[in-house]
């Protein structure tokens, strides 16, 4: 991502921020005002909900500021994740919001009050609900755009206010039409909505700080650039980190004939990582893996080694950084499984054994590694 994208970037977060607080500071007026007037509880508590939507707008645009400083000394990848903080707190927010409504609206229910409320003012509220839209809308655009984690909050949270205000409206219209209070039971079904969004981006937004799989067709593009700067091949054991969305460092382990030169090796490692930079804006760093699988005698071995080591386990997905020291007898290479094998231990054991008793003249020495790409 380059200086301009960046701007742009803070640019549209800033912007569609500023845009929800000055809504959500319009909406949650007119309803606070309407449920005061009207004695809803469900009204007066979608009012609130809207209220700390902008506190939610105005944490987005606090986070975006901080994520920019440069870096420092003490923080050399910078500050980016400072945005996946601000998208947890929206998060909270919406959670402390959520359980306000519930504890309201139970009262509500244990102790109903007969509503006042005009056409007029289902009208206003109805109204709410397409702003509700508009905002969904528009965050949905932008988080798409910038891949902030604080915008997908807020446009959820958008949505579920729109069905929320839809559930309260529906309940004072029936109020009116039947003789039954609904409005307790509307503000309870509310807020398993606002609950519900909050369980949500929390857990999305925890899934991204903790550390997600890198995304397969984001490998697929490593791979193929990879492909494209001989003698590198492969690309193993993939690696990305994310230091928030402008900056992130990636790892991989790529092969090379074990009779390549050293300046060979360094140029196209030195080409793969510019061109991985530019294309995708991951900065990568790469581990070396000297293979002679070109020997006909080392690929059927490296084939019929593959062959017993799924025998042994079905977790076993490949294999690769082959290699034959015919002097002294001795193969090396890492074997991929996948994360359903719990005991590596008893895996080695058993695939030591098996490959001595198939290969008996050989030593086999391998690094198990779990299937990361």
Known sequence: MDKREKENRDKIIRKNSLISIILNTLMASVKIAIGLLS????????????ASDILSSLITILGNIVAK???THAHPLGFGRIEYISALLVSFIILFAGFELLSSSVSKIIHPEALDMSSMMILIIIATIFLKLFLYRINKKAALKTDSDALKASAT?????????????????ISYVAPVNLDGIAGLIVSVFILYTGVKTVLETVSSIV??????????????????????????????????????????????????????????????????????????TFGLYAVNDLNPTVRLMKKEVLK?????????????????????????????????LKD???????????????????????????DYA
């Open 69 to 71: 400083r440069r870096p």
């Open 39 to 50: 004695g809803s509880v469900a009204i007066i508590s979608d009012g609130i909900n809207n």
């Open 211 to 284: 550390g997600e799989r890198p995304k397969k067709a984001t490998v697929n593009e490593i791979r193929e650039i990879i492909k494209k700067h001989p003698p590198l091949h492969g690309g193993y054991d993939i690696q990305i980190h994310s230091y928030g969305p402008e900056r992130s460092v990636g790892t991989c382990n790529v092969e090379v004939p074990s009779n390549s030169s050293g300046e060979e090796i360094f140029d196209a490692m030195t080409e793969a990582q510019n061109e991985i930079y530019k294309e995708l804006g991951i900065y990568f």
């Open 157 to 173: 949270d958008s949505l579920i206010d729109a069905l929320s205000s839809s559930v309260t409206v529906l309940a004072v219209i």
């Open 308 to 340: 017993v080591l799924k025998t042994v386990s079905p977790s076993v997905i490949a294999m690769h950084a082959f290699h034959v020291h015919f002097e002294d007898s001795r193969v090396h290479f890492d074997v991929v499984v996948d994360f359903n």
């Open 344 to 370: 590596i231990s008893e895996f080695r054991k058993k695939a030591t054994k098996a490959l001595e008793e198939e290969f008996p003249t050989y030593n086999f020495q391998f690094n198990i590694d779990p």
